[in-house]
């Protein structure tokens, strides 16, 4: 639409007004599924926070009580603080991710063969990938400690161990989201212009102050992305935890916050208590994703 | 990608365009009329089956294929003895909790659907399910007296106590979690084969493992074990016929911190730790003794009905004994339940207690599921004959049915308004299984802790 259009007066076409109608309707479709999937259970599980309600029967108010509730809940507490440690995999992934895409980056043979490969977990079923693991973890049988048997190591029974089974879920969940932060930084690094490296050479500059002072910058924004998805993603980690171990792991030690809402909800007929819990987790994604974009609109550059 | 900006705008909405103020009031019009077009769609769907005049009544379950297959047999036969459409939704046993709720919180209640007795009471409360007493009393097809006591029982409720009162729904079928033992095994170690009537003694049980707890091709590691159960399941038993429970009799006191519970605990984790008769502490709380179970290298398992089928395939003969004994001398077990019952907002009230009745008393029904191998017969004549069959595994089937009619017992969480109380005892118990706790020091942390979720729970219910 060009200027002159818009200062007079827009003369419509009938084809014009009938393709801005299907237009609309097109719009509707997501329009309507978002009032009516997202928003309005949205609002209701916030009047739900303050309410005492099984699920079963209506609603009634109580006020703050499932807030000061949850404030004095050791298991949720521990929730939380279990979906806070297991949010370590997120750096882990992304540096190994980096490495693995500089590597498949170079002009080698059997890179697509390599990039399949890593990219295999990323469109596998979850449920699927975690029996998977939870054979591989078996303290008798499973791969992971036959491997380790090789080396004359006598592996722990990852998932019965309070002390293993954090480590344990967040190397498969690393595991599984490599592929993705890999192609990602993959796309990044070939948009990276040559010249740069070039010029960076004539000067100089070595392989490692080309890695710091060019890639890094470079990839910044894929690196933003993945590490704001990564957090909300790792905040509503659930499938794995609900499948791998079923009653929140020994002594609570792998139960996620969502798990516990979630068994909170369905199972111990607390679904305003539940959505507390939901809007207090909602709310901290919300904090740690707005400070995000502040640090990340400190840092912009740009190169003309 | 060079720009940040660029990824940004992915995460929020894309920008829009000079158009949007033009459009902003048509686009509010359409999408009223859309939302109006929508709910009429909706009203239509739920309307269109009553405006044919064909009745449709709607059945949740859970269960796999075999049962979806026995279930869809059985149903066809319903509709065309009813002259009435059943609509199947079956969820996997993990989703069905959720999907069920889901349905009641979208006031969606099925007609029929399952519940466990942990649910009676929040449900008869909160006037989700019929109360059938008067039907199923009134039947002239159904001879109460003819089903366990046990599976009406569970689903009886009089306003405080579950298991009295009101009948709320039918069994699925009842679960006796049975003991059994590898009956190959104990022939090739030349011991003789355990009493199918006198339980044995905890010292007994203990010194028939240790012999069975062995390295048989030499090479210096066990191959063999005597048991390995998980606590999950089998603490009730042990605690039980020790003379302990789980709560007083009102269902207002938890009451794990008594010595005799302290001692079968303790003699639980002990298996383990001191005797030495199981694969290794930790595996208790893995499927794996299951496996090992089902390639022979594990003496005494439990068994349940939903096992037989998978076990008619195993290479060795096993067979069941009661659940070993403790102090009182008395085996004790567990019974699980699974309820049908009618939802209060069905249309066709009759036509669903009617289904319920098919499902759980029919005898050329139960006869089709009882066949399929998933469970055992509703009906004590069917019973009955099921037991007479010498032809397959395992012989003493009577066993169930002993349990079912005598020692067995109601979980400890199924009559209370929510399973929290009881979780709380599983949740922290693993130092006591390595060995690293007592378990009288263990029980008397949790005791409190479980007290609190029970009051929790009764208060809720509007009891205690």
């Known amino acids: 639409m060009s200027t002159e259009v818009l200062r007079t007066k827009p003369r419509r076409s009938r084809l014009h007004r009938r393709e801005h109608q299907v237009a609309l309707l097109f719009i509707a479709i997501p329009l309507i599924g978002f009032l009516l999937f997202t928003l309005y259970p949205l609002l209701y599980s916030v009047y739900a926070s303050f309410t005492s309600w099984n699920g ?33 995999g ?32 990323v469109i596998s079923s979850i449920a699927a990938i975690a029996i998977l693991w939870q054979w591989a973890y078996n303290g008798d049988f499973g791969l992971v400690n036959q491997v380790l048997d090789i080396f004359g190591i006598q592996g722990p029974n990852w998932l019965a161990d309070k002390d293993t089974v954090k480590p344990a879920l967040i190397i498969m969940a690393t595991w599984k989201g490599l592929g993705y932060s890999m192609l990602l930084y993959l796309a990044a690094l070939q948009s990276v212009p040559r010249y740069l490296y ?107 | 990608m060079s720009d940040p900006r660029a990824v940004a705008s992915t995460l929020t ?32 769907c739920s309307a269109g089956a009553a405006d044919t005049g064909e009745k449709q009544l709607t059945f949740m379950f859970r269960g796999g294929e075999d049962e979806k297959a026995a279930y869809t047999t059985a149903i066809k036969a319903f509709e065309e003895a009813n002259d009435v ?65 046990y599976g009406v029982d569970s689903y009886r409720f009089d306003g405080s106590l579950v298991g009295q009162g009101a009948i709320y729904a039918l069994p699925k079928d009842v679960g006796p979690f049975s003991f059994g033992y590898n009956k190959t095994m104990f022939e090739a170690a030349g011991i003789p084969l355990p009493d199918p ?7 007994q049980f203990v010194d028939i493992s240790k012999q069975l707890t062995v390295d048989l091709n030499g090479d210096g590691e066990l191959d063999q074990w005597g048991t390995g159960l998980n606590v999950q399941w089998s603490l009730q038993s042990f605690a039980w016929s020790n003379g302990a429970d789980f709560l007083n009799k009102d269902r207002t006191k938890v009451t794990v911190d008594t010595p005799e519970f302290a001692e079968a605990l303790q003699w639980f984790a002990d298996l383990s730790n001191v005797e030495g008769i199981t694969p290794s502490t930790a595996q208790a709380q893995t499927l794996d003794t299951y496996q090992r179970w089902m390639s022979g290298q594990i003496a005494f398992f439990p068994v349940g009905p939903w096992d037989v089928s998978t076990y008619a395939d195993l290479d060795f003969d ?11 001398g008395e085996s004790a077990t567990w019974v699980g339940t699974l309820g049908i019952a009618v939802g209060s907002t069905t249309e066709y009230p009759e036509l669903s207690e009617k289904l319920v009745e098919y499902l759980s008393a029919d005898p050329t029904a139960q006869q089709t599921l009882v066949d399929a191998g998933v469970q055992i017969p509703n009906l004590k004549d069917t019973a009955d004959t099921w037991v007479a069959d010498s032809t397959t595994q395992p012989a003493n089937k009577q066993e169930f049915l002993d349990i079912v009619n005598d020692s067995g017992r109601a979980l400890p969480a199924n009559n209370t308004y929510n399973a929290e109380w009881y979780d709380e005892l599983f949740t922290n118990i693993q130092p006591v299984l390595d060995g690293t706790q007592t378990a009288a020091d263990y029980l008397k942390e949790a005791q409190p802790k479980m007290q609190a979720f029970l009051d929790d729970a009764n208060a809720q219910a509007g009891i205690g």
């Open chain 1, 56 to 88: 079963l029967a209506a609603p009634k108010f109580n006020g703050l009580d499932n807030y000061i509730k949850m404030w004095n809940d050791p298991y949720f507490l521990k929730a939380m603080w279990n979906t806070l440690f297991m949010m370590i």
């Open chain 1, 90 to 121: 997120i750096p882990i992934g992304l540096v190994l991710s980096m490495a693995l895409a500089l590597g498949l980056n170079r002009k080698m043979r059997g890179t697509t063969f390599f990039r399949t490969v890593y990219y295999v977990p």
């Open chain 2, 197 to 203: 009537d006198v339980p044995l003694t905890l010292d």
């Open chain 2, 13 to 44: 909405a894309q920008p829009i365009g000079k158009d949007y103020v033009m459009m902003k009031s048509r686009l509010i019009a359409a999408s009223v009329a859309m939302i109006a077009t929508t709910g009429l769609l909706l009203s239509g």
């Open chain 2, 85 to 149: 459409k059943v609509k199947i939704i079956v969820t996997t046993a993990d989703d069905y909790s959720t999907k069920l709720k889901a349905a009641i919180a979208g006031k969606q209640i099925p007609d029929v659907f399952y519940i466990g007795p942990g649910d009676v009471q929040a449900y008869v409360n909160n006037g989700i399910i019929l109360d059938i007493t008067e039907y199923v009393e009134g039947s002239d097809t159904l001879d109460l007296d003819n089903i366990w006591d």
């Open chain 2, 318 to 328: 096993y067979d069941l004994i009661p659940y070993p004994a403790g102090k009182t």
């Open chain 1, 198 to 304: 070039e010029a960076a050479s004539l000067d100089g500059a070595g392989t490692w102050q080309q890695f710091r002072n060019i890639t890094m910058p470079m990839v910044r924004p894929v690196t933003f992305f993945l590490v704001v998805t990564s957090i909300i993603g790792g905040s509503q980690i659930f499938i794995e935890i609900n499948i791998m171990t079923p009653l929140g792991g020994p002594e609570f030690s792998s139960a996620s916050i969502v798990w516990y809402i979630w068994r909170q909800a369905f199972n111990n007929l607390h679904m305003g208590y539940a959505s507390a819990m939901s809007i207090v987790l909602g709310l901290i994604i919300f904090v740690i994703t707005v400070i995000q974009f502040r640090l990340n609109r400190r840092n912009q550059f740009s190169i003309d």
